[in-house]
């Protein structure tokens, strides 16, 4: 069981999974006569041991916890309140009402239960320790009573799912670099429903006073420094559901004729490459899968047609026996050119497969 200090006070666990991670967060409040500790989306089953451990050594014990605060009510945040709360009796669960109207259904007295609305702007003061928090909605994002938790003190701003990302950066620890974006444009194009809300998001972002110093999503990396305005112009400009729909209509056709032709020609020519290929591009379970199959043939995608061209190359990347990745990555290239799809800037061959044509 590992865990990072991100911010003053405010702790970091992350579960074990190699593409997918879940966060799970906590803050410490420091008073004279007592402190105050909120946990943020306590997971799911399959963390309990390491939150337990993870609490022990932060706080002294699970038992110490003072207020669940939940972003949304997947079961993937949320499985673990009831643990929670039983273990710890005077610890209060602190959510939207939306939110609530379904984790009600864990059995969980209305008693124990606090919502954000109650506060004035999302504004609440802790009067054992005199320290701030704010509640910011994250509305539709991807749920209609998702909600956000901003730590003045540390300047921590806990997203939820905004931000939230698939692993794509190489490496350890937990903070973003540029290679987090893939991840997160992947993770937003899948589940976000609408560019609009993501934008109405980013702009309660913005406003907040003073600006957050590191961005906390509940899956993948945490960003910090450079990255904070960086990401948030980028997400204010991504297309997501709705839009992304629209975008990706006119050459949908074109670009589900070109992955089943190479899938086929691939199947036909590397039998004993194509199912380590359709399982990695079907997230082998881990993640949802950007394509839809149906029979054995690409459906549907749902991410614009650069990302999914890139998905599909480094999956080849990742699979393919270095002395056939020059002659796959050419025919996957032909079939974009013979449909006249234009062929992403990022999809290039690495450099030591260049070297005869370094003239």
């Not at 928090?133 to 009573?145: D, K, L, N, S, T």
């Not at 956000?148 to 300047?155: N, P, R």
């Not at 948030?232 to 070109?258: A, C, F, H, W, Y």
């Not at 995608?301 to 650069?306: A, D, G, T």
Request: with cysteine; charged share 25%.
């Amino acid at each position: 069981m590992k865990y990072y200090e991100i911010g003053k006070a405010f702790y970091l666990l992350r579960s074990k999974e190699n593409e997918f991670h879940r966060n799970i967060y906590l803050k410490r409040y420091a008073g004279k006569d007592r402190n105050i500790n909120i946990l943020m989306d306590p997971g799911t089953k399959l963390d309990i041991q390491d939150l337990t451990l993870f609490l022990n050594e932060t706080i002294g014990g699970i038992e110490n916890v003072d207020m669940v605060f939940l972003s949304h009510q997947d079961p993937d945040v949320t499985s673990n309140s009831n643990a929670v709360l039983t273990a710890a009796p005077k610890a209060i669960i602190v959510a939207s009402i939306d939110t609530w109207r379904l984790i009600q259904m864990y059995g969980i007295s209305e008693k124990r239960f606090l919502s954000t609305e109650k506060f004035s702007f999302g504004k609440l003061k802790l009067k054992h320790t005199g320290h701030e928090v704010q509640f910011v909605p994250a509305r539709f994002c991807h749920f209609r009573g998702a909600m956000m938790f901003y730590d003045h003190e540390s300047g921590v701003l806990f997203t939820g799912d905004v931000f939230a990302g698939v692993n794509t950066r190489k490496g350890d620890g937990y903070k973003a670099t540029k290679d987090s974006w893939n991840g997160i444009s992947t993770f937003h194009q899948i589940y976000m429903p609408s560019t609009q809300a993501l934008g109405e998001t980013v702009r309660r972002i913005r406003m907040l006073n003073p600006r957050p110093l590191t961005i906390a999503p509940q899956h993948g990396d945490v960003i910090t420094d450079e990255m904070v305005p960086e990401f948030l112009s980028r997400l204010e400009k991504l297309d997501v559901g709705i839009e992304l729909k629209k975008n990706i209509e006119p050459e949908k056709s074109l670009v589900l004729s070109v992955l089943n032709q190479f899938f086929t020609f691939i199947k036909n020519t590397y039998p004993d490459i194509y199912p380590k290929l359709m399982k990695t591009v079907q997230r082998g379970g881990e993640f949802t899968c950007p394509m839809k199959f149906t029979t054995g043939k690409v459906t549907d995608i749902s991410m614009k047609v650069e990302e999914i061209l890139l998905y599909v190359w480094n999956s080849v990347e990742q699979v393919v026996p270095k002395s056939l990745t020059t002659e796959i990555k050419t025919h996957f290239i032909i079939g974009l050119d013979s449909m006249s799809i234009s062929v992403p800037e990022k999809m290039t061959f690495a450099s030591n497969e260049n070297k005869a044509l370094d003239l």
